[in-house]
């Protein structure tokens, strides 16, 4: 064997230890964060365009009307990701783009844009991953009751069909909702995202049609799409953790980690709602009459992988314990819990952390610690982390540079995580970061940036910053850099 000189050895250290073959590098974005053109070819408003022309409920009351143009500069946007090395995109469809109602025939013209968005990302070598829904359900189908009814979900079975049909020859990668936890509890519960309703029980019905609704598309995708496509659904899933190791802080992190995630991942993978769950909330709902005979087996229907997205984890206790105590999770604050039934429980910001622009605590254990969770509660599905990034206070020099060690150091610390749960067992197969580009972050409007690439939003400029270079690199070595960032 030839020895390597030392002059010119890979930089790389030769134990840096390589993510497993395949392991999938991306990054993510939804429709009304980056799309912007609010009023083109068809498109109508979804419940984000009224919450967010409604006074008070969005920072400086921005819009996504313009957001991040990427519905015009969608080809830029590909070579800067072809450029970066990415392998794959995650991105949402906008229902009201395609179906402007929420019901009856599509509309070809916005078919289109993801038609041509999927093509050029196959041109350029990147597997496009599609999310059916990300927070943005037709203003018409909420002004019939939206998720709290139970018709929404035969709606979105049919988006589902219309949308298998248009993009199923070209995308391999299907996942169902974003984050239904957010949809369900800050739209319909705490009111800070749309549609900004404020009732509790209405927040728990809607959960269960985001279930059902999720069941029955997997059922639509499975029968349209070709055998070897994938389905999933990605979820929010809250790293929760007791402030002592008190009796009540622990019954605080089960009812927080009941309506929080087991909400959704009892129905999904397990066929059956938690008995505790039913037991916190049986003065607001009527869980025998909400789920319907047949209902759990359309839920449970298998899926291919599970999508998560993580952050920062969830203390809690209960009762409130001293000035750390808060009624804000993190979520944002409002009058009103999105915990139903659960409303007493304090949450705390971890201390001795660093903290993000949005006030999250960093904390990459908080990670491994959900990786290794899942796999042992559901060995039975692959994991691929379809959210992780942070938001700082990024500027542009006076060079034209955006330096954001603070994020190299997040992703560094996130993905090394990653790394130690694929070393101990976890099946995670990828890891998308959040987000490609600045945009608009929903109630934050665009106070909050979590793109690796800078958007000047005045002239549309994209300007990767300097976690952008760093992450290619990463994708390049398909390991973590030998040292971590100063
Ligand atoms: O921007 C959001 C995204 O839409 C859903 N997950 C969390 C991100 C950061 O708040």
């Known amino acids: 064997m030839t020895a390597v000189r030392p002059d010119i050895a890979p930089k790389q250290a030769p134990e840096a230890t390589r993510f497993p073959t395949g392991f999938v590098w991306g ?10 053109a609010a009023a083109e070819d068809g498109r109508t408003p979804s419940i984000w365009d009224t919450f967010s022309r409604t006074p008070g409920k969005v920072r400086n009351g921005d819009t ?20 970066l090395g990415l392998k794959a995109y995650r991105f949402s469809i906008s229902w009201s783009r395609v179906q402007p109602t929420g019901r009856g025939p599509a509309v070809e013209r916005g078919l289109d844009f993801y038609r041509k968005l999927v093509d050029e990302l196959l041109e ?50 299907w996942t169902t909702f974003n984050e239904p936890w957010c949809s369900a509890f800050l739209g319909y519960g705490s009111g800070v995202h749309a549609p900004g309703r404020t009732e509790p029980a209405s927040a728990l019905r809607a959960a269960h049609h985001l279930n059902l609704a999720h069941g029955r598309a997997i059922e639509v995708l499975r029968g349209q799409l070709p055998a070897a496509a994938q389905t999933s659904v990605t979820l929010n899933l809250h790293q929760v953790r007791p402030l002592t190791a008190s009796a009540a802080d622990a ?44 209902d759990l087996a359309a839920i449970s229907g298998p899926i291919d992988v599970l999508g998560v997205n993580y952050y920062t984890p969830t203390l809690v206790s209960t009762p409130e314990k001293g000035a750390g105590s808060t ?41 491994y610690n ?29 060079e034209g540079r955006v330096e954001d ?15 130690r749960a694929v070393a101990d067992g ?61």
């Open 64 to 83: 996504g009307d313009i957001a991040a143009d990427h519905y015009h500069l969608y080809r830029d946007d590909v070579a800067l990701m072809k450029r």
């Open 405 to 419: 060690p603070e994020r190299i150091a997040y992703l560094h610390g996130h993905l090394d995580a990653v790394q």
């Open 124 to 173: 350029a070598g990147i597997t496009p991953v599609a999310t059916l829904y990300h927070w943005d359900l037709p203003q018409e189908l909420e002004d019939a009751g939206g998720w709290p009814q139970r018709v929404t979900s035969d709606r979105f079975a049919d988006y589902a069909a219309i949308m298998a049909g248009a993009l199923g020859d070209r995308v391999g990668t």
């Open 27 to 36: 990054a993510a974005t939804a429709a009304y964060q980056v799309e912007g």
């Open 370 to 398: 959900l990786l290794m969770d899942t796999s042992r509660d559901h060995p039975e599905v692959p994991l691929m982390v379809t959210e992780n990034g942070a938001a700082f206070d990024d500027y542009v020099s006076p």
């Open 251 to 294: 019954d605080a992190a089960r009812r927080i980690d009941a309506v929080g995630n087991r909400i959704f991942t009892g129905p999904m993978l397990r066929g059956e709602y938690p008995e505790d769950l039913i037991a916190d909330t049986r003065h607001l709902v009527d869980w025998s009459t909400l789920v319907h005979d047949g």
């Open 426 to 486: 976890a099946d995670v197969r990828g890891y998308f970061l959040w987000s490609l580009m600045d945009n608009f972050e929903w109630a934050y409007g665009y106070s909050k940036r979590f793109g690796t690439v800078y958007v000047d939003y005045a002239s549309q400029r994209r300007i990767p910053k300097a976690s952008a270079h760093w992450y290619a690199d990463v994708i390049r070595r398909h390991a973590l850099p030998p040292t971590g960032p100063s």
């Open 327 to 367: 009624r804000d999770d993190g979520h944002g604050a409002s009058d009103y819990s999105p915990w139903p039934g659960s409303e007493h429980v304090a949450f705390h910001l971890s201390e001795g952390k660093q903290r993000t622009a949005m006030n999250w605590a960093i904390d990459p254990d908080g990670l």
